[in-house]
């Protein structure tokens, strides 16, 4: 997850909401958890559960170019994702990856977890599970997640989901932990695993793809799946535009096969609705890329 300095309204700090890594991360997250058998919900840098949308240069990219192009596309118009966000956007507000999951699942599972440094942004996921009813089955966590995830892992087990949502997935804690470290434990114990992460160059791409790649001789193959959607103007080294990230990927463990198709049918699918996009006066196409 980015942070920068840039003060905002209610949820100060937070930039990221409604640009397209969060269309890359949520459209997805969101078919995957109304697929699977969840118990118990984790989330790793959950942050707000809702936003107010500034519709600046990078929203516009992301989550208004989706709502106004996924109504030409039926498996778009009908997707999860779709139906729950609009009504929100709407009203000029952008659902968080925890605020769309809770609403999505209700009281389905029997435990939601989720972890934040952010003391404000956990208040506000405590005082929206309030007005739904659902308090009594939340825990919020204020720390490290790193270090969290890894020890809360003895007591999931394979009717549980885990959510790793950083930006940077290798850096080591005080501990010496990466949040890539907890996804090969989660996924070793057959734990169901979603990770989003970001890059902006090819450069970091090559990097974290190695990590990945490195990581899964931990585990059986044929648990992990990953995919990427990448910006066509992604250079080695610089970085000439930003509409928030430049690339990011999906790696997943111990999900059906139908989530994993699911994945993969809508990366194809947000290639084709972003033919022909622009950022600020720049090529917005896609590109995807499947690196297991």
């Excluded at 989550?63 to 498996?75: D, L, N, Q, R, V």
């Excluded at 990945?212 to 995919?227: F, H, L, Y």
């Amino acid at each position: 997850m980015q942070l920068n300095t840039t003060k905002h309204k209610k949820n100060e700090g937070y930039w990221h909401f409604g640009r397209i890594g969060d269309i890359w991360k949520h459209l997805p997250l969101c078919a995957v958890v109304a697929n699977e058998d969840i118990q118990t919900y984790v989330e790793t840098n959950s942050a707000y559960f809702d936003y107010e949308l500034e519709h600046s240069l990078e929203q516009k990219y992301g989550i208004g170019f989706f709502i106004e192009k996924a109504k030409k596309y039926p498996e778009l118009s009908v997707s999860e994702y779709y139906k729950l966000i609009k009504p929100f956007f709407d009203r000029n507000k952008y659902l968080g990856s925890c605020g769309q999951v809770v609403h999505l699942l209700k009281d389905q599972p029997d435990k939601y977890i989720f972890f934040d440094l952010d003391k404000n942004a956990l208040s506000s996921i405590e005082k929206s599970v309030v007005k739904l009813g659902l308090s009594h089955k939340v825990k919020t966590v204020q720390k490290d997640s790193v270090t969290g995830l890894i020890n809360l892992i003895p007591m999931l087990n394979n009717q549980s989901f885990v959510h790793i949502d950083p930006y940077v997935i290798y850096q080591k804690n005080e501990d010496g932990h990466s949040y890539l470290d907890g996804f090969f434990e989660a996924v070793k114990k057959g734990i169901k695993c979603f990770l989003w992460y970001g890059f902006d160059t090819l450069n970091e791409k090559r990097k974290i793809n190695a990590y990945i790649v490195s990581g899964i001789k931990q585990t059986e193959p044929n648990t992990i799946s990953c995919d990427e959607l990448i910006l066509n103007e992604i250079q080695d080294n610089t970085v000439s535009i930003n509409p928030g990230v430049l690339g990011c990927g999906i790696l997943t463990g111990n999900l059906s096969e139908k989530s994993i198709d699911i994945i993969t049918r809508y990366a194809n699918l947000l290639v084709d609705v972003y033919k022909d996009s622009t950022f600020n006066g720049v090529s917005g196409e896609l590109y995807y890329d499947k690196i297991i």
